[in-house]
């Protein structure tokens, strides 16, 4: 029972593609999250939903966008996918009593 | 800005020994939280101290936090092979600065039978 989920496990796509990472997450957390971890091991936060509303938007492209259909979900599309997003994508959620659950990550390369 | 910096990068004992791990963070903070990372996992979360704590217990981990140094330490006792990971701190932030979670780069540890 993988209480945080997202697939794939691993992108390997071409420059200038677009992409899609899905989220799903089973504990009843009203608080999900995208972090993106770099070859150095470098976890810094990207975006942040709460409830389906975005409340943290880090300097981000405006080639990632995310998407909530709904609290237990968080997606995130990447357009013209560029070398230096290559990087391991974390999914994660949280509520206000409970730390943050992290998904397996998703491995992006990018050629 | 990186708010968290770990020390050391990369600590290698063997079996039995302790191991100890820092953090040091520049604003002040709500909480501070370590995780751990298996390769090629997620992040998990092992332990919160709230920044009116001084120290903390859970099994074979002891956290202390000094928030006059802005710092704070990660102790596994009796180390196990199974304790070969990454280890993160993150600090929460004040309310005034967003509430949102900030990560250290981390230590790599590795524990050798």
């Known amino acids: 029972d993988t209480a945080v989920s997202q697939t794939p496990k691993y992108l390997v796509t071409q420059m200038g593609n677009d992409k899609s990472i899905k989220c799903e997450q089973n504990?009843?957390?009203?608080?999900m999250y995208w972090y993106k971890q770099d070859s150095k091991k470098f976890l810094k936060i990207m975006f942040s939903?709460?409830?389906?509303?975005?409340?943290i938007n880090e300097t981000v492209p405006n080639r990632f966008s995310p998407k909530s259909p709904d609290k237990a979900h968080l997606n995130l599309h990447i357009n013209s996918l560029e070398l230096g997003d290559s990087a391991v994508y974390f999914c994660?959620?949280?509520?206000?009593?409970?730390?943050?659950?992290f998904g397996n990550g998703t491995r992006l390369t990018v050629t | 800005s990186q708010q968290g910096e770990e020390d050391p990068q990369a600590l290698s004992i063997q079996e039995g020994e302790n191991a100890t791990m820092n953090c040091s963070y520049k604003?002040?903070?709500?909480?501070l939280q370590w995780y751990r990372q298996n390769s090629g996992r997620g992040l998990v979360h092992l332990i919160l101290?709230?920044?009116?704590?001084r120290e903390k217990h859970s099994g074979r981990l002891r956290v202390t936090l000094d928030t006059s140094k802005k710092s704070s330490s990660l102790l596994i006792t009796a180390s196990r092979a199974a304790d070969t990971a990454s280890y993160f701190c993150?600090?929460?932030?004040?309310?005034?600065?967003?509430?949102?979670?900030?990560f250290g780069q981390g230590t790599e540890l590795s524990v050798k039978p």
């Open positions: 994660a959620s949280s509520s206000r009593v409970s730390p943050l659950h």
């Open positions: 504990l009843g957390h009203d608080t």
């Open positions: 939903y709460n409830n389906k509303e975005l409340i």
């Open positions: 604003t002040s903070i709500n909480n």
């Open positions: 101290i709230r920044s009116n704590e």
């Open positions: 993150a600090t929460d932030l004040d309310y005034n600065q967003g509430g949102k979670l900030i």
